[in-house]
């Protein structure tokens, strides 16, 4: 077992939340996972790679991780555990909020509601966490309003629960998307030279 | 939505192109991973290395040559659920050679909204020659569709993209089988007419003398000239008005003038 210390800076601002953004795939999509480090092997050598993919997905060919915009200053990622030592996991969880409730969210949710998905949030600092592991099966709720009365919220909603054995791991790795690729590390676009 | 990603289909390319043995092996593997999802011969290929190049670039040909034709996989499957669909319509209707009884019926659907199929027209025989031959022509291609379609059935086993050559074959096959039978069916039979009528006195003369002068002038133009064609089909015109008013050419002149291809009949 790798513990360190947890050390926090006092005036260090914390950022709150995620991006208005996130990206899914179906698990069928994805031909190879990245690795996540064992904890009893010790493969990471420092506390925070233990909880971080290494290496990239890779997605089958002509398949692209697929953005869902969401609304802003809604949707937090969460975990608890689930089930009693030693059988314990993480479940994480989250809700996401998609302006619209047309007819492209309804078909989304008329697919997502029956299949296995793996979502990547990035937090509000640009680092991606991963919902949906190998192992597990994600399980997606959607849900959706079209809002009352003139002001009332609307959209659609997709509650995600997604067990695994850490706390939604980061990814910094390639995310391969309909608008190229962007890094996992920094929610930014990967600049290839030819 | 399914787009062919053109620079993954760009990098299978270069793959390929690079010399065997200065290819990135694993590179390849992943690259057909992507494709197939073959985990078995991934693994297989990550283990046995360049022993596995031969099937891995086999492999790596044959989706090269679906990507080139702007085609993804699941275009791939679709495809054959169409094609398979349509020959098979195509096939149970059975062969247009074998037929005796001239009740061939070939059921419509929505790509031949107006085709009747019926076989063996009545009037087959004064269809023209193009037409008449459509319909041998498709029984030749019935037995190839056939041909193609077994095979088909019997490879049921393997991917879609094994099959893919040969259900682009079958498909390209039924169109044309399809189309052919469109064109037969529609056919017309053009009745010939007699659009000569008898010349009046004063235009049988100024006919003969037209044939005459012009007899001279042949003499003098070159064959290949295109003018010469010209004067031959105008005096071929003139020939026959001369023929069918009654009149006739002297043996010496029929044979004078048959050397420049003009006719008597």
Request: aromatic share 8%; net charge negative; proline share 4%.
């Amino acid at each position: 077992m790798l513990y360190e210390s947890l050390k926090f800076c006092k005036g260090n601002p914390v950022p709150v939340g995620i991006r208005t953004h996130v990206y899914a795939i179906s698990k069928d999509d994805i031909v190879k996972w990245p690795e996540l480090p064992s904890t009893d092997k010790v493969d990471a050598k420092t506390l925070d790679t233990l909880a971080q993919y290494t290496g990239d997905f890779t997605l089958s060919a002509d398949k692209k991780w697929l953005r869902i915009d969401l609304l802003d200053k809604k949707g937090k990622l969460e975990w608890e555990i689930s089930g009693t030592k030693p059988n314990v996991l993480f479940l994480n969880k989250i809700i996401l909020n998609h302006p619209l409730y047309n007819a492209s969210a309804a078909a989304f949710q008329r697919m997502a509601v029956a299949d296995d998905l793996v979502y990547l949030v990035p937090q509000r600092d640009g680092k991606y966490r991963v919902l949906g592991c190998e192992a597990y099966e994600t399980t997606t709720k959607p849900s959706g309003s079209t809002g009352e009365g003139i002001e009332g919220e609307a959209g659609s909603n997709f509650e995600i629960e997604a067990p695994d054995v850490c706390p939604a791991p980061f990814y910094a790795g390639k995310i391969e998307t309909e608008a190229g690729n962007i890094s996992g590390a920094t929610d930014t676009s990967i600049v290839t030279t030819p | 939505m399914n787009t062919l990603d053109n620079k993954f289909t760009k990098e299978i390319q270069n793959w390929l192109n690079t010399p065997v043995d200065d290819r990135d092996i694993e590179a390849g593997a992943l690259m057909l991973l992507k494709l197939n999802h073959n985990q078995f011969l991934y693994r297989n290929i990550i283990l046995r290395g360049r022993s596995l190049m031969s099937t891995l670039e086999y492999e790596m040909k044959k989706h090269l040559t679906i990507r080139l034709k702007g085609m993804t996989l699941i275009d791939v499957s679709n495809q054959e659920q169409k094609v398979m669909e349509h020959a098979t319509k195509s096939l149970n209707s059975g062969s247009p050679l074998t037929d005796e009884k001239n009740e061939l019926v070939i059921d419509s659907d929505n790509d031949q909204p107006n085709a009747k199929h019926i076989g063996q027209r009545a009037d087959h025989d004064k269809l023209s020659a193009e037409i008449q031959n459509l319909y041998v022509q498709n029984g030749d291609i019935y037995f190839q569709m056939k041909a193609l379609y077994n095979d088909l059935l019997q490879m049921a086993d393997k991917e879609p993209c094994d099959r893919e050559e040969k259900c682009f074959q079958l498909g390209e096959l039924d169109k044309e089988y399809r189309a052919n039978w469109a064109k037969y069916d529609a056919a017309q039979v053009i009745e010939s007419k007699q659009t000569t009528t008898k010349l009046s006195d004063k235009d049988y003369v100024s006919a003969k003398k037209f044939i005459s002068d012009n007899k001279k002038l042949l003499t003098s133009l070159d064959a290949d000239d295109e003018k010469t064609t010209k004067v031959i089909t105008a005096m071929q015109d003139k020939i026959n008005q001369v023929i069918s008013s009654g009149g006739t050419f002297s043996p010496k002149n029929q044979e004078e003038l048959k050397k420049y291809g003009l006719k008597f009949e």
